[in-house]
């Protein structure tokens, strides 16, 4: 048998879709209008490689470009590279760079900087957030947790255009690299600025945009990047993100022409707002889901999983998804959202019971935890400050103490410290949980729970759960997905989250607002998007 060749080319210069993308629309009146887009809440920060809320996520992909992009229907994109090579094997891959690369102030963009950058986001003094989605690279995992050093990590520059990275075993690698850790920091303004290299003046990037202004708590300006490779093709010139983070306020602020697209819609029967909005309200399947978390770490939910079970078998998610979300939301009872590939997804073993059944069932683990109607329990949810995340924590606090009797605390913070209480884990019980997928892989939501991350909020340690994620990652096919699913019936077996419903996208979206998509994962970069021409424009 002949050998197979030591790599694999993967021609991924399409002709059609760079073709369409060398020229601004004809008819965009683009450079004169400014894109008004609506953000949630104040981003936390703008460094690509700490960042991990949505709001940042969302402008960074504006400011910056990976090895790869993706383009408005989420497929995949020569991004810096405009080839790649992958070995038979799956373990190596060979980026071929662009050699027109710049960075925003001009100066060129070469290999070496791009591997300094990975060192950067991988180093234990950056704890970085996303670390661990990039562990499957050799020497990722030991950095990142402070027993390796940067002359491990597989990431080597062979010359001046060409980036190598080594795998410990296959993953989808060209589907992590579109995250924000992934992207290139430029280093000499974090030398010389320090955490201040965020800010107006300091910020150099790489995307479609460059920042421009930043007004905390309102707004973000960014403006087209000159050095792009692809600026021909970018039709909005001046994109502004709004801090929207009351839903409510933000569909005001849209009726009131403040905003060409909001990031949510507020909870509403989605008749009536059809009829209000009609094509300007764009609502799709999102791989996305909303949970209760629960802080293991305090006593009185660590050491009970009974009653952590009474607490998800109290409430009604079909009340939730049909009169509180009520936007095509749909009931969870796992973690992973449906439509994963292969996946056999598995659920709750109460998923196919009566509500009656669950609420038999949750008063009976109530009291047998040791609570009654003279001794009740005393239970906090925290959530971030928002209308829909409000509207939710008072329902679910009403079934509690209906169902339980239970007595319950609301606590609503602004985002940022919100996000520091969820993490540090002192002062929070229940909190509002929820994760978008990073990857279209189950891996991307159950990796969250493996061990002693950042993004473990609940704080549980489990070796049998981490066994089977270590499993996994060695194996492919059906046996992998085998594995995955085991795991996460592990962690609803042990009520680690209550899990409340599956999210939908739903923005509203001005008529002449043209370019945006709807895709699995709900990004939308402004490069894609342009203006209609004026009734009557030629």
């Not at 990275?165 to 924000?180: N, S, Y």
């Not at 030398?191 to 202004?213: E, F, I, K, M, W």
């Not at 949750?362 to 906090?380: D, H, N, S, W």
């Amino acid at each position: 048998m002949a050998a197979k060749p030591f790599f694999v080319l993967l021609a991924l210069l399409m002709a059609g879709v760079l073709a369409a993308a060398e020229t601004v629309p004809a008819s965009s009146p683009s450079a004169l209008r400014a894109l008004r887009r609506g953000n949630g809440p104040e981003p936390s920060t703008l460094d690509a490689h700490r960042a991990q809320d949505l709001a940042s996520h969302n402008v960074l992909r504006d400011l910056y470009e990976g090895l790869v992009s993706e383009d408005a229907r989420g497929q995949l994109l020569a991004g810096m590279a405009e080839r790649w090579e992958i070995s038979a094997d799956g373990r190596r891959y060979a980026f071929h760079l662009r050699r027109n690369l710049r960075w925003s102030n001009g100066e060129p963009l070469l290999a070496a900087e791009i591997v300094a950058s990975f060192q950067r986001a991988l180093s234990p003094a950056t704890a970085a957030p996303l670390a661990p989605m990039l562990a499957v690279i050799v020497g990722a995992r030991e950095l990142a947790a402070g027993t390796g050093t940067v002359a491990d990590l597989a990431i080597r520059a062979s010359d001046p255009h060409t980036l190598l990275i080594d795998l410990v075993e296959p993953a989808p690698l060209l589907q992590l690299l579109l995250l924000p850790i992934a992207y290139p920091v430029y280093l000499p303004a974090l030398a010389r600025y320090g955490s201040r290299h965020t800010r107006p003046g300091n910020l150099v990037s790489n995307g479609a945009y460059q920042l421009l202004d930043w007004q905390p708590h309102a707004l973000i300006r960014l403006q087209k990047n000159a050095h792009f490779h692809a600026a021909a093709a970018v039709a909005i010139a001046d994109v502004r993100y709004l801090v929207t983070e009351d839903a409510a306020s933000e569909q005001q602020r849209f009726r009131a022409n403040d905003l060409d697209l909001t990031e949510t819609v507020p909870p509403a029967r989605r008749d009536r707002l059809q009829a209000r909005f009609g094509a300007q309200l764009r609502i799709s399947p999102y791989l996305g889901s909303f949970f209760l978390g629960l802080n293991l770490r305090a006593a009185v939910l660590g050491r009970a999983p009974a009653l952590r079970e009474a607490l998800s078998l109290a409430i009604d998610r079909e009340i939730l998804t049909r009169y509180i979300t009520a936007l095509g939301e749909t009931p969870a009872y796992a973690l992973v959202p449906p439509g994963m590939a292969d996946y056999p997804a598995p659920k709750m073993a109460s998923a196919a019971w009566s509500q009656a059944a669950r609420e038999t069932r949750a008063r009976q683990l109530y009291a047998a935890a040791g609570y009654r109607a003279e001794a009740p329990l005393t239970i906090e949810i925290r959530y971030n400050t928002s209308t829909p995340h409000r509207r939710l924590a008072l329902a679910v606090a009403a079934m509690w103490r209906q169902v339980l009797g239970a007595k319950v605390v609301l606590r609503n913070e602004e985002w940022k410290s919100f996000v520091l209480h969820r993490r540090e884990g002192r002062i929070t019980q229940v909190f509002r949980g929820g994760w978008i997928a990073d990857v279209e892989d189950p891996l991307s939501f159950l990796a969250l729970f493996d061990g002693d991350q950042a993004l473990n909020w609940s704080g549980w340690h489990d070796p049998v759960y981490r066994q089977w994620l270590a499993q996994a990652r060695q194996a492919d096919g059906g046996e992998r997905q085998r594995l995955l699913a085991g795991a996460e019936q592990r962690l609803l077996d042990q009520h680690v989250i209550v899990p409340i419903y599956f999210y939908t996208s739903k923005h509203l979206v001005r008529t002449d607002v043209l370019g945006f998509e709807a895709n699995p994962l709900d990004r939308h970069g402004s490069r894609w998007l342009h203006f209609a021409a004026p009734a009557g424009a030629r």
